[in-house]
Each structure stands twice: as structure tokens, then as C-alpha cells.
């Protein structure tokens, strides 16, 4: 079992940054890859980035790539997301996940409850 909380978000301006948290409890957390998805006003949840057990092979949505950065420290129990360059768009509400079958999918056993970006123009 596994419990994450995110924190983080808030409101910026567009082309500023935000670094998202995600802590998870319990003694498993390296055990697991983690993602990270957003969901936008109106529309469906979308896959933004995942990271694997070590920190190793990010991996991220396309309109992601070059401007988000997923990290995580195991000792901390928590893993990142480092948003620059961020635009109106890119507005929702952000979730991390664990234990992910299927990201594009968003086929996850745990999620957080999420935090709100708002990105203003």
C-alpha cells in the first residue's frame, strides 16, 4: 500500500516555473516506477511523465519534452516534476501515480489527490 500527497502548485505566469512533490509513504517507494498526469478543465486525464525504480529512463509526453523534468530521491520518498517555459495550456490539475501497468492508459494501483497549476497569460 502506498499513500502520495501532492504539493507544489499554485499560480504562475506564463513562461514561469513550478516544481511539483510528490511523498509517498511507506517502505516500498523505491519499488516502484512513478508517473505524473494532469488533468485539464474539460478535458481527460492525459500522461505527462514517468520515471523507473532507479531514477533511470524518464520518460515524457511529447509536448513535455524539453521543458518538464521528472526526478525522484528514494531516500526522500518523494519524486518531482520541474516545469519551466509553462503555458496557459499546461493549466490543471497534476497527479502523481505508482505502480503504473500502462501509462498512456493511466492504468495505476495509487494515486495522490492532486494539486492545481493555474498558468495565467
Known amino acids: 500500500q502506498v499513500q502520495l500527497v501532492e504539493s507544489g502548485g499554485g499560480l504562475v505566469q506564463a513562461g514561469g516555473s513550478l516544481r511539483l512533490s510528490c511523498a509517498a509513504s511507506?517502505?516500498?517507494?523505491?519499488?516502484?516506477?512513478m508517473g505524473w498526469f494532469r488533468r485539464a478543465p474539460g478535458k481527460e486525464r492525459e500522461f505527462v511523465a514517468a520515471?523507473?525504480?532507479?531514477?533511470?529512463?524518464?520518460y515524457y509526453a511529447d509536448s513535455m519534452k524539453g521543458r518538464f523534468t521528472i526526478s525522484r530521491d528514494n531516500a526522500k520518498n518523494t519524486v518531482y516534476l520541474q516545469m519551466n517555459s509553462l503555458k496557459p495550456e499546461d493549466t490543471a490539475v497534476y497527479y502523481c501515480?505508482?505502480?503504473?501497468?500502462?501509462?498512456?492508459?493511466?492504468?495505476?494501483?495509487?494515486w495522490g489527490q492532486g494539486t492545481q497549476v493555474t498558468v495565467s497569460s
Open positions: 511507506g517502505r516500498t517507494f523505491s519499488s516502484y516506477a
Open positions: 501515480a505508482a505502480a503504473c501497468s500502462d501509462y498512456l492508459r493511466g492504468m495505476c494501483a495509487y
Open positions: 520515471i523507473s525504480r532507479t531514477g533511470s529512463n524518464p
